[in-house]
């Protein structure tokens, strides 16, 4: 039995993040050896220091859908927000309605002065909502004018910029959540990175709202994963591959890179082109098919992603380095800092 409570630990609400910084890889890193134990205190463009010729850098180019609207039920003042969270078909989203009991089957929303209508069509599973949209023109341009980023609930501040909660990279549309780790890329890090002779390997994972949900048995074993679509392309697949078979490292940015990555390689840690849905759980005790080393945000106490890393890096481990990072008032969640996990021996850094 794994106990859910053996991942808690006391955060200072202060040190939640509530805004991006101005400068993305001005944030600060904390180096992590897996082995170790043993932490170094960093900015995070000193990442560059870390990365050796040969490496490759695995990142999720998914991209958030401003999926947060806000309506009044038609003919009334009632406001209602609906979150998009799935894509069925002919213009019907799966949703979640807040206030639910407002979205009787048959409601009709108003979302900016008429310029999207849903109408609700079907109450599903936990209460989840079949909106059918009607518009005139194209529903992504629609969104992109309406609709709000679905920010993470314990970022309480408005968010001025759209684009600080993407990726420089995102490319492909479907993400109710950014994959956080790479928020702290530029594009000018990027180059630096490529110039210093490592690969950077795309893959794409949608974020599902699922992966803000609360562990809530207290045998972790119990926990049931929700599911997320992932697509690896070839090239992706190639430039993994190649990397393992010259005995260099596979390096992911982020929970969702490494979810991807580990789901699809097959026993002998080798990829190909491949899509699907993912329900991967990692946990200490798992072992590593193609990851050597990840670099991650700060995770919520008893989430599935603190027992990621604890699988990489060792419960002890993780949780002392987090205790640091409190005591060193480093800033925590989506918009805070960022940590490497790695084994410092090998390393080259400066």
Not at 78 to 87: G, Q, S, T
Not at 174 to 199: M, R, Y
Not at 217 to 239: G, P, W
């Amino acid at each position: 039995m794994m106990k859910k409570e053996d991942f808690y630990f006391e955060l200072p609400e202060e040190l939640i993040a509530q805004d991006p910084l101005e400068d993305r890889s001005s944030s600060r890193l904390l180096v992590l050896d897996k082995h170790t134990g043993e932490v170094e205190h960093r900015i995070f463009r000193d990442v560059l220091d870390y990365l050796e010729e040969g490496d490759c850098l695995v990142i999720n180019d998914t991209k958030v859908l401003p999926a947060r609207l806000i309506g009044s039920r038609v003919g009334t003042d009632a406001k209602i927000e609906v979150l998009l969270l799935k894509r069925m078909e002919n213009d019907t989203w799966e949703t979640l309605v807040k206030p639910g009991k407002k979205a009787k089957v048959g409601t009709r929303i108003s979302f900016g002065e008429g310029l999207l209508v849903g109408e609700v069509v079907d109450i599903v599973e936990e209460g989840n909502r079949l909106i059918r949209f009607s518009y005139q023109g194209i529903f992504e341009e629609i969104l992109d004018r309406l609709g709000q980023m679905p920010l993470p609930p314990y970022i309480t501040h408005q968010l001025k910029d759209k684009n600080r909660y993407q990726t420089v990279y995102a490319t492909h549309t479907g993400s109710a959540a950014a994959p956080t780790a790479g928020l702290h890329f530029t594009p000018e890090l990027l180059k630096k990175i490529e110039e210093k002779g490592v690969k950077i390997a795309r893959v794409t994972l949608h974020v599902g709202l699922g992966t803000f949900r609360p562990v809530k048995v207290d045998n972790i074993l119990d926990h049931h994963m929700h599911s997320e679509f992932y697509q690896i392309e070839k090239e992706a697949a190639e430039k993994i591959n190649s990397t393992k078979e010259q005995g260099k490292r596979v390096i992911c940015v982020g929970t969702t890179s490494c979810r991807t990555i580990e789901s699809a390689a097959d026993e002998n840690g080798r990829l190909r082109e491949t899509s699907g849905f993912t329900d991967i759980f990692i946990y200490p005790g798992y072992q590593f098919k193609v990851l050597d080393s990840l670099i991650t945000n700060f995770h919520l106490p008893e989430s599935t992603l603190v027992m990621l890393v604890s699988a990489l890096a060792g419960r002890e481990h993780v949780l002392a380095a987090y205790q640091q990072a409190i005591e060193e008032r480093y800033r925590f969640f989506s918009f805070g800092d960022a940590m490497l996990i790695t084994d410092l021996s090998s390393e080259s850094a400066d």
